[in-house]
């Protein structure tokens, strides 16, 4: 029986073809990803949506170069995309980790020490790899194959490549570990969140092991297919489960940020819930907050404020009105 790498090599339609959908894949998730984690986190100020957007950057930095990289025709071309892909991919699974970390609230305990942890490895890798032309720390030795007619790097693992692999590992095993511990802890969260969560981190693991054994015989970065796939189901975790949340709290900053006086009663004349303007109008009115409730005089009063304009929105129970 032909082995698949073998079919491969006698068919270069079939091989380009093949890199050309890889190549398609690519940037589309690229461009879906960004996108949606740029428009998350311009409703979701909390930290870990921002360590998901860097996630979303450094994983496009990577794809991107990759891409690039498969469709270079010559060795400098090649190498010089790849070590483009190093300004992204050491730091992959450290924004992994450090979003997880905030997300289940363990980030601000020892963040200094937990940075140094995180990320002094990752810097470390980026270093070597723009440099390794001169100790061949990462990859001991490179080389250049064919496969069809695709020129491709083929790299031989140094020293520090093992040592990057073991703590992105250890990262991701890490975060689906917090994710984890989390969810069992906070029962009330949704099921789907919960799935998408741990798929993303079994998505991202399977494409380290992939790319570390190669087992089709094939010369490419599996960790490059998988990892796409796992920002997207991460910022669809995000946008369905926590977005009414984010929505909530958009509300909330224009309510009390609004340089108009809002004030909301129920029928009852009890004060729901007021800006600050609407303090201060109240206040001038003479109309004190603390007791909680309004008695005929000053709902008059009030009425007449927002009927004046004073009051952007003066909403009472179910009807009510506004100025």
């Known amino acids: 029986m032909i082995s698949a790498q073998k079919y491969f090599h006698n068919n270069g339609v079939a091989l380009m073809i093949g890199y050309n959908l890889i190549n398609i894949y690519f940037f589309v998730m690229l461009f879906t990803a960004i996108y949606w984690a740029v428009h998350i986190k311009s409703v979701n100020s909390t930290g870990y949506a921002t360590f998901m957007l860097a996630l979303s950057f450094a994983i496009g930095i990577y794809i991107f170069g990759y891409a690039m990289e498969l469709n270079s025709n010559t060795e400098a ?123 993303a981190s079994i998505t991202a693991t399977i494409g380290l092991l992939l790319s570390y054994f190669k ?13 796409p796939l796992t920002c997207l189901m991460v910022v669809i975790a995000i946008w369905k489960y926590d977005f009414l949340s984010a929505k909530a709290r958009a509300r909330s900053k224009a309510f009390e940020s609004n340089r108009d006086a809002i004030l909301l009663v129920s029928q009852q004349n009890i004060i729901i819930d007021y800006n600050k303007m609407a303090s201060q109008l109240l206040g001038e009115l003479g109309i004190s907050l603390t007791e909680g409730d309004l008695d005929t005089t000053d709902v008059q009063a009030v009425g007449a404020a927002a009927t004046a304009g004073k009051i952007l929105a003066f909403v009472q129970g179910a009807g009510g009105f506004s100025g």
Not at 217 to 225: N, P, S
């Open 215 to 227: 087992p089709f015989g094939f010369i490419i970065d599996y960790m490059a297919i998988c990892l």
């Open 77 to 199: 071309q090649i190498l010089f995309w790849n070590q483009f892909e190093y300004l992204g991919i050491p730091f992959v699974s450290a924004f992994w980790l450090t979003a997880g970390l905030m997300y289940t609230g363990h980030f601000a305990r020892h963040r200094v020490l937990l940075s140094l942890f995180i990320y002094v490895i990752p810097v470390i890798t980026m270093v070597l790899r723009l440099t390794n032309d001169y100790h061949h720390l990462y990859f001991a030795t490179v080389d250049f194959v064919y496969q069809g007619d695709k020129l491709l790097l083929n790299r031989i693992y140094g020293p520090w490549m093992f040592v990057q692999s073991i703590h992105s590992m250890l990262m991701i095993i890490i975060t689906l570990g917090l994710f984890f511990v989390y969810f069992m802890k906070n029962r009330e969260q949704k099921i789907g969140k919960i799935r998408l969560i741990v798929i």
